[in-house]
């Protein structure tokens, strides 16, 4: 197999390629931005989560459920990447680096830190503000967007699939499947398999422009509008007559459960840090490091079709590394500064 990096490697590079002309080469390229791009997601996504204090609270549940499904989204695009004779790399040189940009220059301008959730609705420094203009579609049903989205990039990874597969060839090799979170990791056999993963992913990221739906639960909202719900602090519901016909967040309040307070990672993560603190720090370090190695090396076992489970179980001794540092603090205000 292939292994693809892509350093300096932008979308809007790649979507400036002609149609109808794009190889396997690009393919790979595109895949493994869409391999980044999903990861990229996951750690603030979950640092926010470790600040709500009551794991069961529905912001908690909603900002774990999300992450979860941004890991489905990142095993469909390493198994699409497998299929187009790549290798995804995950560990090292290729894991994201906080506070800094998405991969591929999405957004360009967007800086993502993490940092935990903020106790007061609207702020415009919050991290679920950052959430929101993440998922940004690039048509919602409140309003449409300018600029290239990540569902522009996978829209045209679809429309060149077909092509390439038909003239290089397209499936097999190493898949890893079984349960994600809620979901499950399908293997990518066909071109139809992977555009049944890209459909799934763009409409549990930003929906439709006809519906908030996620896709595949019609009373699930796409991340896009859940993640605004909460910061809005208000429902998102469909206004009828007499009022204007619309969507809008003016439905029953949601207001913030009780919060850790944890503050925002600098650049280069927690540095001078001893005792207690600095070893359960480190800690968090020494399994999210772990989680990598062994993703990375999931994917690049045997050909054919393989259990997802043993690569994620280091899942479970990161989240435990995190509540013993969380747990150590009087009053938290370090989290994990995911350093790979």
Known sequence: MSVTTVPGVTIASLLQEPEGSCTKDWLRTSLQVAVQLEFATIPPYLYAY????????????????????????????????????????????????????????????????????????????????????????????????????????????????????????????????????GDKLEPIHTVDDALKAIKLICEQGEGTSQSPSGGVDPAELAHFY?????????????????????????????????????AKVPKGGWTGVGGDLGDALAKCNTEYRQVLADLESGWDGPDGVADVNPYVGAMFGLNAAVKHLIGIQSEPTCGPDFRA
């Open 50 to 181: 470790w600040s709500v204090v009551d794991p069961a609270a529905e912001l908690a549940d909603a900002l774990l459920g999300i992450a979860w499904q941004e890991m489905l989204h990142m095993g469909l695009a390493c198994n699409m990447l497998t299929a187009a004779g790549g290798k995804p790399k995950i560990k090292g040189e290729a894991a994201p680096k906080y506070p800094g940009g998405l991969p591929g220059d999405v957004r360009r301008g967007l800086v993502i830190p993490l940092q935990g959730v903020s106790t007061v609705v609207k702020d415009p420094e919050d991290a679920l503000k950052t959430f929101v203009d993440i998922e940004q579609p690039e048509k919602t049903v409140l309003m449409a967007i300018d600029g290239p989205t990540i569902g522009q990039f996978y829209a045209r990874i679809a429309k060149e699939l077909p092509g390439i597969a038909a003239r290089e060839g397209f499936g097999g090799r190493r898949q890893l499947t079984g349960r994600i979170g």
């Open 226 to 262: 859940r993640f605004a719900e909460h910061w809005e602090g208000r429902r998102l519901e469909r206004r009828k007559p007499p009022h204007e016909d619309k969507w809008a967040f003016t439905g029953e309040e949601i207001k913030r459960p009780a919060l850790h307070l944890l």
